[in-house]
């Protein structure tokens, strides 16, 4: 069946070389809507900051640009491409320009680390078992564990241990654009410190535009260039951490200026 060509998406200069492209987005599950007419631009080798309230839908809106979530309505441009226009193979390929630490790190728990590295190889490319595990090697240097971690199952790792692991597969193929959901969550203050500027120096160093979701208002300051707010079902904002602080915005007000923000009086 020949499917029906969409409309075409209009883009303004600086979208069309953009990371994501996100327009007019609506997310629904039954009656609860979490998107409504969402608009969001990422430029390339942003490290973005999302934040917004436990349920606002960051999850989701990730969920939603990697493709596995079925939008309601609007459209999402990846990388130049077009997600619901795209065929099941170019689909593919433009995934294998992502890498994604999901938000529970969620490794393989009956692979060993190196095995975990490797899955995503063994999916996308043609390379040897041999060829494989040298680059998951590497892999594992690139994100600062140990060679020993390799052997190891995901139930021996620390926390710090299994985000980096994550974050090893998440590169495993050379990924363009990096997707991180609370990847400091559960680590105590000095690991998710480390963890932040292994995030910066691998996004300088390897040229990444970074999605990052986040609670951890450390991060934000250390590492973020842009921070996208979440909140009445949109993106409410989208700017520099300086200029957040001085919003109107009840809930980012509160955000940056309640107990626990880092705004002084
Ligand atoms: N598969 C699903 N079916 C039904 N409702 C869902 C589904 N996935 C998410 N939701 C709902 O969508 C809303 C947004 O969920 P989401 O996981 O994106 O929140 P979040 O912003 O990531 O929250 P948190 O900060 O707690 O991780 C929630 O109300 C959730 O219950
Ligand atoms: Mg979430």
Redesign the pocket.
């Known amino acids: 069946m020949k499917r029906k060509p969409l409309p075409p998406m209009e883009l303004h200069e600086d979208e069309a070389n953009a990371a994501i492209v996100i327009k007019g987005l609506r997310n629904q ?1 039954g009656q ?1 809507v ?1 998107h409504d007419n969402l608009d969001l631009v990422v430029r390339r080798g942003e490290i973005l900051g999302v934040v ?10 990730l969920r939603s640009i990697l493709g596995l979530q079925k939008p309601a309505a609007g459209d999402i441009l990846l990388l130049g491409h077009r997600l619901n226009s795209e065929n099941a193979e170019e689909r593919r390929r433009i995934q294998a320009r992502t890498g994604v630490l999901f ?1 529970s790190g969620a490794l393989y728990s009956t692979l060993s680390v190196a095995e975990n590295i490797m899955a995503p190889m063994a999916e996308f490319t043609n390379l040897n078992p041999r060829e494989m595990r040298a680059v998951a090697m590497l892999k594992l240097q690139l994100v600062g564990l140990p060679a020993r971690a390799a052997e190891l199952m995901p139930s021996e790792l620390s926390g710090g241990m299994i985000k980096r692991a994550a974050l090893a597969r998440a590169l495993a193929l050379d990924a363009e654009l990096l997707f991180l959901d ?1 990847p400091t969550a559960g680590l105590d203050p000095i690991s998710a410190a480390a963890f932040d500027t292994l995030i910066k120096d691998l996004a300088s160093s390897l040229n990444l535009t970074v999605f990052m ?1 986040t ?1 951890d208002l450390d991060s934000l300051y250390a590492i973020c260039s842009e921070i996208a707010v ?1 909140a009445d079902k949109r993106v409410v904002e989208k700017a520099p951490v300086s200029q957040l602080e001085k919003s109107t915005h009840p809930w980012i007000h509160e955000y940056f200026n309640g107990p626990r923000g880092r705004v002084k009086a």
């Open positions: 599950f609860h979490v917004g309230g436990s349920g606002s839908g960051k999850t989701v809106l938000q609370e979701i609670h979440l």
